[in-house]
């Protein structure tokens, strides 16, 4: 046999060899493939602002939407009020009312979010705009004059200028003014206030919208039921508009030629048209009795929310007509009188209060919408008083935060959430299921408002990709992070509307609870980021 022919035989043979060794068995190669990296788009944010204990400072969180986790904080001024974000996601400002406690002082601060990253960067240089001390020396005291403002909400659609309402203080002890209600624009470039504008005396600006054509500056004066339209430019005045009783919050149309104005003291919704500074013929609109407290404009659905706690309901109106057009009137359903779960109601009798919506969130995809409210339950056994959840002590009741989520096609209930931590199970075998809290005075808001205490008891909103929708509870100190999508990975949240996690605030410089656990900060307001 020649060389070539045992050559090509063996060479079969080892082919044969391999083949049948191997059998129908492939061993998995890796193979190097580029991957894209992320892109920073799908990066989201929420903002929570939280208040601490009288004299101390309150703080500001940002919550990475993708991740349900807490990638930033920082302190800002004593008694947050308000907070808003530049259009260009750059930096977020946030009001403080300090000086509603004595010796304390008024201030915006002003921070970069955390950026999208590996590591934890957390927030960026942080600045604080602080109000100046007027006038010269006061001769009977020797000191400088130094002011209350009480800032207590912030608004821009430009980046070049933001805008607070200062609710103001009449006659101050150690003022040079005979009033300080005011708007204080601040340039965010210089990192400086430059201009103070000076309303009525008794005024009491609330509220704020500032059109997107950053031609107009809405201010809502509790004190004088009046709208006032203020130049952005230089805080000139050029419109008073009398409006119902004790306007509370405002939305503003994207094309700049609506404003909404909601007042708390009749439950009216009035439509301005911007052109003229005009109520429209037909405005106002009943949004049920005195208590309306919130306006949304969706700008997907071209609609408004408006929530009304006294009477326990929310009305949806067309915004694409003018006036507005009602749409529906919903009646917030309770929870369960033993829901989720009590020990309480089986031995005792329980009830609860009307219930109370405070805030809306629309998804932008624009299927669903949610609804903030809360009762308050009591249960009563041998002439005591005590709550429905046998796991809070508290014997004048307790608030229970739930989460009513809507089908924005046909109104229709699709689910209720009950924002608190899920089932905990203990070292006995039992378990516990928290559905209440014990209230907190603070939380509980006045009406009409005042910088002593939160505006909302529960406040919500919705992340830019629908993916999550947030409730604060001013109560219990945590955000609830409530997933609208299914998670289709077999680990985790596989179901919609479902509360995968509850984000504390920061600690408070207060008592710890009776466990010795800290007590959290009591959120009062949450805004979206990019």
């Known amino acids: 046999m020649s060389f070539r022919r045992v050559g090509w035989v063996a060479a079969v043979a080892l082919a044969t060899w391999l083949e049948l060794s191997c059998g129908q068995v492939y061993r998995p190669v890796v193979i190097p493939v580029a991957v894209t990296p992320p892109n920073p788009a799908n990066f989201h944010e929420v903002f929570g602002i939280s208040a601490n204990v009288p004299f101390s400072p309150g703080t500001a969180l940002q919550i990475d939407v993708s991740g349900d986790s807490d990638i930033g904080q920082a302190n800002v001024g004593v008694n947050p009020t308000h907070a808003a974000i530049l259009p260009n996601d750059s930096r977020v400002f946030v009001a403080s009312a300090g000086s509603m406690f004595t010796g304390e002082s008024d201030g915006v601060t002003a921070f970069f979010p955390a950026q999208d990253s590996s590591t934890a960067a957390g927030f960026g240089n942080t600045t604080t705009f602080t109000y100046p001390n007027i006038g010269p020396t006061n001769p009977s005291t020797g000191q400088p004059y130094i002011c209350s403002y009480l800032p207590d909400f912030v608004a821009t659609t430009q980046n070049s200028a933001v805008f607070v309402a200062n609710y103001g203080v009449e006659n101050g002890p150690n003022c040079n003014f005979s009033s300080t209600d005011s708007v204080t624009a601040l340039n965010p470039a210089q990192d400086a206030i430059s201009n103070i504008g000076y309303l009525p005396p008794g005024s009491h600006p609330v509220a704020m919208v500032e059109t997107p054509d950053a031609v107009n500056l809405y201010v809502l004066n509790q004190g004088t039921n009046q709208v006032m339209d203020l130049s952005p430019i230089d805080l000139s005045t050029l419109a008073t508009i009398p409006v119902g009783v004790t306007p509370a919050w405002a939305a503003v149309r994207p094309d700049s030629q609506r404003v909404y104005i909601v ?221 609208t999508a299914t998670n289709t990975i077999a680990t985790g949240v596989n179901s919609t509307d479902t509360l995968v996690n509850d984000l504390f605030a920061p600690f408070s410089a207060g008592p710890p609870q009776p466990n010795g656990e800290p007590l959290p900060q009591s959120p009062v307001f949450l805004l979206t980021g990019q």
């Open 263 to 483: 007042t708390q003291g009749d439950g009216q919704l009035y439509t301005i048209n911007t052109n003229t500074n005009a109520v429209l013929s037909g405005s106002p609109q009943s949004v049920g009795i005195a208590g309306a407290n919130y306006v949304l404009y969706d700008k997907i659905l071209n609609r408004l929310y408006v929530t009304n706690p006294t009477a326990g309901t929310v009305y949806v109106f067309d915004a694409t007509t003018d006036p507005p057009t009602p749409m529906a009137t919903l009646t917030i359903p309770a929870p369960p009188i033993t829901a989720p779960v009590s020990t309480v109601c089986a031995s005792s009798s329980c009830s609860y209060s009307s219930v109370s919506p405070v805030s809306v969130a629309a998804l932008p995809d624009g299927t669903r919408f949610y609804v903030a409210s809360y009762v308050t339950g009591t249960a009563s056994s041998s002439g005591s008083t005590t709550c429905p959840d046998a796991n809070v002590t508290a014997p004048a009741g307790c608030i229970i935060p739930q989460i009513t989520v809507y089908d924005s096609g046909t109104f229709a209930v699709k689910t209720t959430i009950f924002p608190l931590l899920p089932p905990v199970p203990t070292a006995t075998g039992s378990t516990i299921y928290p559905f209440a809290l014990p209230a907190v005075s603070f939380c509980a808001g006045v009406v009409p408002y005042t910088p002593a205490s939160a505006r909302f008891r529960m406040s919500a909103v919705a992340s830019v990709d629908s993916s999550r929708v947030y409730a604060s509870m001013c109560d219990g100190g945590s955000v609830a992070v409530v997933a």
